[in-house]
């Protein structure tokens, strides 16, 4: 970015964040929060800056190692999901697995989209006790997830100059008040499964 066109979104940064200030202080003075403000978000701000700035280490080489074996493991569900289908199709195609289910199968559909019938976790968990397949699906998807937004994604967000990935902390973005990160979200990782963990 050429230096004017800089200094000019900084400046409008800059008179933005003062007009904010000049609505925002009389209300956190007269809501009780300007102390709040001043002695815990502020000073909690510099902190995340510290570890934002300072980053996360992978063991890139320890996730190299599980994503192939996520691989070997997702080939498996995935001739297994065949077998218990009765024929190959779109394993990713939520069109085509309702197809199967509820048309060939034959089990019930419990709610239908605009674009077919639903296949989303609850109704792939229902249906678990009643057929094979659908237990094979959330093991496929559970699998597939994992491996395409952590285990392949973090990687490849490793900074080149500092060797780790720099999650951005938002202070003020959950409606329960907890801290949350974002590019990556690093407070998203499934861990409450045995593959998560």
């Known amino acids: 970015v050429d230096i004017e066109s800089a200094a000019r979104y900084s400046g409008d940064d800059a008179e933005v964040t003062l007009r904010l200030k000049e609505i925002f202080a009389p209300r956190l003075e007269h809501e009780g929060l300007l102390r709040l403000f001043t002695e815990v978000e502020m000073p909690l701000m510099e902190v995340l800056i510290d570890i934002e700035m300072r980053g996360v280490c992978l063991d890139a080489p320890f996730l190299n190692d599980i994503s192939v074996d996520f691989s070997r493991k997702l080939e498996q569900l995935e001739l297994s999901i065949y ?30 989209t605009k674009t077919g019938y639903s296949t989303d976790v609850d109704t792939l968990s229902m ?23 952590y285990i392949d994604a973090l990687p490849a967000m490793v900074n080149p100059e500092t060797g780790r990935v720099h999650t951005s902390f938002n202070q003020a973005v959950t409606a329960t008040g907890r801290l949350s990160s974002s590019a990556p979200n690093l407070q998203n990782i499934p861990i409450r499964t045995e593959l998560g963990r």
């Open 83 to 112: 077998d218990a289908a009765g024929e190959e199709f779109n394993i990713n195609s939520t069109k085509q697995l309702g197809e199967i289910l509820f048309e060939k199968i034959g089990l019930k559909a419990r709610r239908k």
């Open 127 to 149: 249906l678990a006790r009643e057929h094979e397949l659908p237990k094979i699906m959330l093991e496929y998807r559970q699998l597939m997830k994992l491996k395409t937004t």
